[in-house]
Structure formats: structure tokens, C-alpha cells
């Protein structure tokens, strides 16, 4: 059974810097997609990054480009979201995504029809 159990939360001034984890168990985490999303009241799921855990390819949303970094740590079984120079519209639940594909989508989109596992969430509020 895959679990994914984000952690990393919290409320952060506007400008600060918060790092999201996602631990993984039940899954094959090396050699698969992950990514992180978001969703803000009233609003649709976003794609924010994304990365292939058997090399260095991600890919982020236009809107968290040069801030935001995802990594992973194979050994842990662990990913992350670095996240720096907040801004209010970043408030949002973010949430950890995992896919059974041995490869991640070429797509300019981060879609979350990629992803078959999601994690339950973590509530991100950024304080302008």
C-alpha cells in the first residue's frame, strides 16, 4: 500500500522560506515521477514541479520558477520542496504526487493526471 506523508507546513511572512517533505513507503521511489502540488480555496489543483527520481530532470510552474526547487533523497525515500521568497498567492495546500510511469511527461503542464498516488496534504499561509 503506498503512503505519501507530507510534512513542512506552516505560516511564513511574505519574502520567507518554508521546506516541504514528503516521505514515501509502498512505493518504488527510485526511477518514477513525483511532484508537488497545490490548491488554494475556490480554485483547481496546480501542477508546481516536478522531477524523474532516476536522473535530474524537473520541471516547474511558470509561477514558482527560480524560487521554488524540488529534490529528492533516494536513500530516505524522501521529497522536498524548497520553497524561498514566498508571496501571498503561494497560501495553499500543497500536496505530494507519485506515479506508477517509469518516466516523466515532456508536458509544459504539470498535470495531475500523471500521478496515480497523492498524500493528504500540507497547509502552506503566507502573510503579506
Known amino acids: 500500500q503506498v503512503q505519501l506523508v507530507e510534512s513542512g507546513g506552516g505560516s511564513v511572512q511574505a519574502g520567507g522560506s518554508l521546506r516541504l517533505s514528503c516521505a514515501a513507503s509502498?512505493?518504488?521511489?527510485?526511477?518514477?515521477?513525483m511532484g508537488w502540488f497545490r490548491q488554494a480555496p475556490g480554485k483547481e489543483r496546480e501542477g508546481v514541479a516536478r522531477?524523474?527520481?532516476?536522473?535530474?530532470?524537473?520541471y516547474y510552474a511558470d509561477s514558482v520558477r527560480g524560487r521554488f526547487t524540488i529534490s529528492r533523497d533516494n536513500a530516505k525515500n524522501t521529497l522536498y520542496l524548497q520553497m524561498n521568497s514566498l508571496k501571498s498567492e503561494d497560501t495553499a495546500m500543497y500536496y505530494c504526487?507519485?506515479?506508477?510511469?517509469?518516466?516523466?511527461?515532456?508536458?509544459?503542464?504539470?498535470?495531475?493526471?500523471?500521478?496515480?498516488?497523492w498524500g493528504q496534504g500540507t497547509q502552506v499561509t503566507i502573510s503579506s
Open positions: 504526487a507519485a506515479s506508477t510511469r517509469t518516466y516523466c511527461s515532456g508536458s509544459s503542464t504539470i498535470s495531475t493526471n500523471e500521478f496515480n498516488f
Open positions: 509502498g512505493y518504488a521511489f527510485l526511477g518514477n515521477c
Open positions: 522531477m524523474y527520481t532516476g536522473n535530474e530532470y524537473t
